[in-house]
C-alpha cells in the first residue's frame, strides 16, 4: 500500500484524482504499476487500477490475473471493479472507502455479485485514514483545518449510510410482510370455504 500511496502522490501532484494501484504476482513481486492519467490523458477510462492491471497483464504475457492481488488507494469504481472481474484478478485490497462510487462494499458490491462465477477475495480499509486523508487533500490546500475533519465527515456519511440501508431493509421486508401475509389469509379463507 505505501507504493500505491506514493503514486497517487504523484498522481495529485500533477493535478489528478489522488489515486495509485500496484499489482503483486503470486510471490508478491510487483508487476504493475498506476495512477490516476485522466487529465494527462485525456482519457475518461485512464484510472490507475487499469493502468496497473494492463502493465501486469504484458509482463505476465496473460490476460488472466487469478493469482495477482490489486492494492488501491481508494475503493474501486463500478468501471475498475468491472475490470478485476474481467481480468479475474484473485484479490482486491483498497485503503479507502468511496461512499460516491465505492463498487465493493460501499454502493455496489461488483466482485460479490451473486450473478458472477469468478469471486475474488476483497480487504477493505487498509491504511484508511492515510488514503482518505489523500483524497481530501486538494479540498485541504484551501482550508485551515488539516485532513482529520475530511476523514471522520467521510466516516460519518458511511455510518449514516449504514443507518439508511438498514432502515430500507426493514421497510422492504414490511413491506413483503404486507404482501405475503393477505395471500396466504385469503388461500386458507378459500380452503375453509
Ligand atoms: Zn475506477
Redesign the pocket.
Known amino acids: 500500500m505505501g507504493l500505491a500511496i506514493e503514486l497517487a502522490r504523484e498522481a495529485a501532484a500533477e493535478g489528478e484524482v489522488p489515486g495509485g494501484a500496484v499489482m503483486l504476482d503470486a510471490g508478491g513481486a510487483v508487476i504493475g504499476r498506476g495512477r490516476n492519467l485522466r487529465e494527462a490523458h485525456a482519457d475518461p477510462l485512464a ?1 490507475a ?1 487499469v493502468k496497473a492491471m494492463t502493465q501486469a497483464a504484458r509482463s505476465l504475457g496473460t490476460w488472466n490475473l487469478a493469482d495477482c492481488t490489486l492494492i488501491v488507494t481508494l475503493e ?2 463500478p ?2 471493479a468491472g475490470a478485476c472481474l474481467q481480468t479475474h484478478v484473485g484479490r482486491i485490497v483498497f485503503g479507502a472507502w468511496d461512499a460516491k462510487l465505492g463498487a465493493c462494499g460501499s454502493i455496489w458490491d461488483i466482485p460479490r455479485d451473486p450473478h458472477v462465477g469468478h469471486v475474488p477475495e476483497v480487504i477493505g480499509g487498509v491504511r484508511e485514514a492515510e488514503c482518505a486523508r489523500l483524497i481530501f487533500s486538494l479540498e485541504n490546500d484551501n482550508c485551515d483545518f488539516n485532513g482529520n475533519i475530511y476523514v471522520i465527515i467521510f466516516l460519518a456519511s458511511l455510518w449514516s449510510q449504514e443507518i439508511l440501508s438498514d432502515r430500507k431493509k426493514h421497510a422492504r421486508r414490511r413491506q413483503q410482510m404486507k404482501l405475503v401475509i393477505p395471500s396466504k389469509v385469503t388461500v386458507q379463507g378459500n380452503r375453509n370455504m
Open positions: 484510472h487500477e474501486p469504481c468501471m475498475c
